[in-house]
């Protein structure tokens, strides 16, 4: 019968051995670190930075190695506290900011500064005050875009050296004095009722100038309707006039071809003259040759009607 302490041993022996292999393996798998995307690793051995990690699988030498910081990369939003400031004209004012930056070199942030965040929140206060206090209240107001870009530009390169990129600085709100806002708000409701006043000045002095317009386009269409009325009339009477003297024409054309001759002219213009006699004029003028036909007509009507005057012949 063999003795019991030597399998005692063997079988301690072996369990030890399980034991160290459970606790190397336990290390090993403690000592593999994967990275996630967007995200860093910054590595010291013996407290000395070794190395930064990026997204991957990565193992470090167990108690000599440690991660030091975890830094994401990913861009970060600071809102800061609403900032007391003073203008060039002494005006006080609050002002809300809010930064937008990332981290670009992990070793940097790390060991660059102590509190990061608190150091860019003061830095940012000093520049707005700093930049505000060049500027008037109404520059204030309307250069949102200037102060915004100065201080992208003064706080990105100051965070430089701390692996910081400030990528952009945006003023959230602007708030004046209670006093300031009132009058700014009755310089606004001014400006209203200026603009409106003008509108409706402009919008009566275009109707005036309408309605002149019309009255003079209506008055120059009635001088050209009794202007083509006249010409039209003038040229009927003209027409008419033509139209006479055409056909007298043609009546004296008619005689002269008939052969008529003085005789004949002068008893036509008796009965013309006897005809005239029967108007309403109290002097007529006759001419000295149709007085003569009027004499030699009365004797041959005398004849005509005694026989003894006209002579033994008759």
Same mark, same amino acid.
């Given at each position: 019968?063999?003795?019991?302490?030597?399998?005692?041993?063997?079988?301690?022996?072996?369990?030890?051995?399980?034991?160290?292999?459970?606790?190397?393996?336990?290390?090993?798998?403690?000592?593999?670190?994967?990275?996630?995307?967007?995200?860093?690793?910054?590595?010291?051995?013996?407290?000395?930075?070794?190395?930064?990690?990026?997204?991957?699988?990565?193992?470090?030498?167990?108690?000599?190695?440690?991660?030091?910081?975890?830094?994401?990369?990913?861009?970060?939003?600071?809102?800061?506290?609403?900032?007391?400031?003073?203008?060039?004209?002494?005006?006080?004012?609050?002002?809300?900011?809010?930064?937008?930056?990332?981290?670009?070199?992990?070793?940097?942030?790390?060991?660059?500064?102590?509190?990061?965040? @608190?150091?860019?929140?003061?830095?940012?206060?000093?520049?707005?005050?700093?930049?505000?206090?060049?500027?008037?209240?109404?520059?204030?107001?309307?250069?949102?875009?200037?102060?915004?870009?100065?201080?992208?530009?003064?706080?990105?390169?100051?965070?430089?050296?701390?692996?910081?990129?400030?990528?952009?600085?945006?003023?959230?709100?602007?708030?004046?004095?209670?006093?300031?806002?009132?009058?700014?708000?009755?310089?606004?409701?001014?400006?209203?009722?200026?603009?409106?006043?003008?509108?409706?000045?402009?919008?009566?002095?275009?109707?005036?100038?309408?309605?002149?317009?019309?009255?003079?386009?209506?008055?120059?269409?009635?001088?050209?309707?009794?202007?083509?009325?006249?010409?039209?009339?003038?040229?009927?009477?003209?027409?008419?006039?033509?139209?006479?003297?055409?056909?007298?024409?043609?009546?004296?054309?008619?005689?002269?071809?008939?052969?008529?001759?003085?005789?004949?002219?002068?008893?036509?213009?008796?009965?013309?003259?006897?005809?005239?006699?029967?108007? @309403?004029?109290?002097?007529?003028?006759?001419?000295?040759?149709? @007085?003569?036909?009027?004499?030699?007509?009365?004797?041959?009507?005398?004849?005509?009607?005694?026989?003894?005057?006209?002579?033994?012949?008759?």
């Amino acid at each position: 019968m063999s003795h019991p302490l030597p399998l005692l041993l063997s079988i301690g022996g072996q369990i030890t051995l399980v034991v160290i292999l459970v606790l190397v393996l336990i290390i090993l798998i403690r000592n593999v670190r994967v990275v996630p995307q967007a995200s860093t690793f910054v590595i010291e051995r013996l407290g000395t930075y070794l190395d930064t990690w990026h997204t991957g699988i990565h193992i470090k030498v167990p108690f000599i190695d440690r991660v030091a910081k975890v830094v994401s990369i990913k861009e970060r939003v600071f809102d800061f506290q609403p900032q007391a400031v003073i203008t060039k004209d002494n005006v006080t004012m609050q002002i809300d900011t809010v930064l937008f930056y990332q981290i670009t070199d992990p070793k940097l942030y790390a060991y660059g500064i102590e509190d990061p965040d @608190q150091a860019i929140e003061n830095l940012s206060a000093t520049t707005l005050r700093n930049i505000i206090g060049d500027l008037e209240l109404d520059e204030t107001l309307t250069s949102r875009d200037l102060i915004n870009t100065r201080m992208r530009v003064i706080l990105d390169e100051a965070t430089d050296p701390w692996g910081i990129k400030v990528n952009r600085v945006e003023l959230k709100n602007i708030l004046p004095p209670q006093d300031i806002q009132s009058a700014m708000e009755r310089q606004m409701k001014a400006e209203r009722e200026k603009r409106e006043n003008i509108l409706r000045a402009e919008g009566e002095k275009e109707s005036a100038i309408l309605v002149a317009e019309g009255e003079k386009t209506a008055v120059i269409l009635r001088a050209d309707a009794r202007r083509e009325a006249r010409i039209r009339e003038a040229e009927g009477e003209a027409e008419a006039i033509l139209k006479v003297q055409e056909a007298t024409a043609r009546g004296l054309e008619m005689i002269r071809a008939a052969g008529a001759d003085k005789a004949v002219i002068a008893l036509r213009s008796l009965e013309a003259l006897e005809t005239v006699s029967r108007g @309403q004029a109290t002097k007529i003028i006759i001419p000295s040759e149709i @007085q003569n036909l009027a004499v030699l007509g009365t004797t041959l009507k005398e004849m005509a009607t005694d026989p003894a005057a006209a002579g033994p012949g008759a």
